[in-house]
């Protein structure tokens, strides 16, 4: 399975994915990461924060962003070199998340892709940052 060259990408060229997040990914992703947080987790402890239920973990919002780079653009044989992410809104159980990666700038002399990435729900930016990944050359 071969993802995009970088010679088949092009500055503004986009991809996404959305998933709904239900409680049993918030538990899993707790279980998988060991960010048993009461926030992610408890229900009653959710209730007396400025939530006032459970949220997803921000770093499951970083997951789907890491999943459209890895699996669409530039997808398979993509290597992620770095991110940064900045969390706006909470993301709740339920909430349908919108992630989307858009090419940004391309480095031609080192295969370096920098990407916009963002996780969306109703329209509303929940994450935003950057990503710097390497894409794959075409073979001679």
Do not use: W
Not at 39 to 54: C, I, N, P, Q, S
Not at 64 to 91: E, K, N
Not at 94 to 117: F, I, M, N, P, Q
């Amino acid at each position: 399975m071969q993802g995009m060259y970088f010679d088949d990408l092009t500055v503004g060229q986009t991809a996404e994915m959305s998933r709904v997040v239900g409680a049993a990914d918030i538990e899993a992703f707790a279980e998988v990461s060991g960010d048993n947080n009461p926030v992610h987790l408890d229900e009653a402890y959710a209730k007396t924060t400025t939530f006032g239920e459970r949220i997803a973990h921000g770093m499951l919002s970083g997951a789907y962003i890491s999943a459209v780079l890895g699996t669409r653009l530039p997808g398979p044989g993509a290597i992620y070199l770095s991110q940064s992410l900045r969390f706006r809104r909470p993301v709740k159980i339920g909430d349908l998340v919108v992630a989307r990666v858009t090419v940004r700038s391309l480095d031609e002399s080192r295969g370096h892709v920098t990407l916009d990435t963002a996780c969306a729900v109703s329209g509303k930016t929940v994450v935003d940052g950057e990503a710097l990944v390497i894409a794959p050359r075409r073979p001679a």
